[in-house]
């Protein structure tokens, strides 16, 4: 168990203290980062502290269906004077909510990421974790709060979206008993499987037909990528939310050890996915251009055209592979 009695306790000072709670998470939240900021709502809203749940983005599609959902907010109706930051690795990555949240005077961070930088006035990280919501869960236990169905819903599908359903390397005996424990607790695993897993909008499957459509190979195959331009987005009728998943697909072929999804959403905006098998590191190549993340899924923006991000990114993944 990653959190002590004695963290837990200067949790619940913190949150005892504050009179509102802003909850912030990164932009382009996934199911560990809106289930994770649900799951503290519901906690707080126990505890009878007023919050609010703020992101850059709000939920995508596939996770409208979270318990309380409809409470993030692109921004605060009030101030507060305290902000809890789930999921989250770097201040760059809370996007448009960055300014509210500077305005709060105390600062708690919980996350699972290697931390690029160390915010917060408390700081509960723990990187061999599966999943913020995995911290959570502990530090519920040991704030003797109680799991509600709701509350263990939100952190079953923060558990299972980032074990991608226990397949992952980071599914942990812990993560398996935690999640059973959620499920006993009325956590809703067949809705998460449902919804996260079993549902796509139409505009999500035109664009994965032009993801393997336009994949490039090179290096005897190990590496793939493909690259979707802006047109491909409006051709679909698609947006940023609906590449979910497309990286995971280029790394499905059996040969591929690495796979990129580099993106033009908006004209202007362009975004890699990397995604990766084994010991390939690609979050050292995302930092090589300004993003980060985990060894097997990294990410980083590029302020170029597509083209030159993708020459740019496919040239330093060569160089790695090509090494490894
Ligand atoms: P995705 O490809 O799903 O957007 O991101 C995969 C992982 O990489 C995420 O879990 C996130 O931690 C990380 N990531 C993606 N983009 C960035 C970025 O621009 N900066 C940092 N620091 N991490 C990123
Ligand atoms: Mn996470």
Aim: one cysteine or more; hydrophobic letters at 40%; proline letters at 6%.
């Amino acid at each position: 168990m990653s959190v002590t009695p004695g963290i837990a306790k200067d949790f619940l000072r913190e949150v005892e203290a504050a009179d509102r709670i802003y909850i912030g998470t990164h932009l382009n939240p996934d199911g560990d980062a809106i289930g994770s900021a649900l799951a503290v709502a519901l906690f707080l809203d126990a505890l009878g502290r007023p919050n609010e749940v703020l992101c850059n983005d709000l939920p995508p599609y596939n996770l409208r269906f979270l318990p309380s959902v409809d409470r993030v907010r692109l921004a605060p109706e009030g101030p507060a004077s305290l902000a809890i930051l789930v999921d989250l690795d770097s201040s760059s990555r809370l996007g448009k909510i960055r300014p509210f949240v500077e305005t709060c005077p105390r600062m708690i961070v919980i996350d699972h990421h290697v931390p690029h930088e160390a915010p917060g006035d408390l700081r509960i990280v723990d990187t061999a974790s599966p999943a913020t919501a995995a911290i959570l869960y502990d530090l519920f236990k040991a704030s003797l709060a109680e799991i509600t169905p709701d509350i263990a819903t939100c952190l079953l599908a923060g558990i299972i979206t980032d074990t991608g359903s226990f397949r992952f390397s980071n599914t942990t005996p812990h993560s398996l008993t935690i999640s059973a424990d959620l499920l006993a607790r009325g956590g809703n695993i067949v809705r998460i499987g449902e919804e996260v897993f079993q549902k796509k909008q139409l505009p999500a499957v035109r664009l994965l037909g032009r993801c393997i459509a336009k994949m490039k190979l090179a290096l005897g195959d190990r590496l793939a990528w493909s690259a979707l331009s802006h047109r491909d987005f409006e051709e679909s009728g698609a947006t940023e939310e609906h590449t979910e998943g497309l990286a995971n697909e280029l790394l499905s072929v059996d040969t591929v050890q690495v796979a990129a999804l580099i993106r033009e959403p908006l004209p202007g905006k362009v975004r890699a996915s990397l995604r990766s098998r084994g010991d390939f590191d690609v979050a050292s190549v995302a930092r090589q251009f300004g993003g980060g993340g985990h060894k097997n899924a990294a990410g980083c923006t590029f302020d170029t055209s597509l083209e030159e991000a993708e020459r740019a990114l496919v040239s330093a993944l060569e160089s790695c592979l090509a090494s490894s």
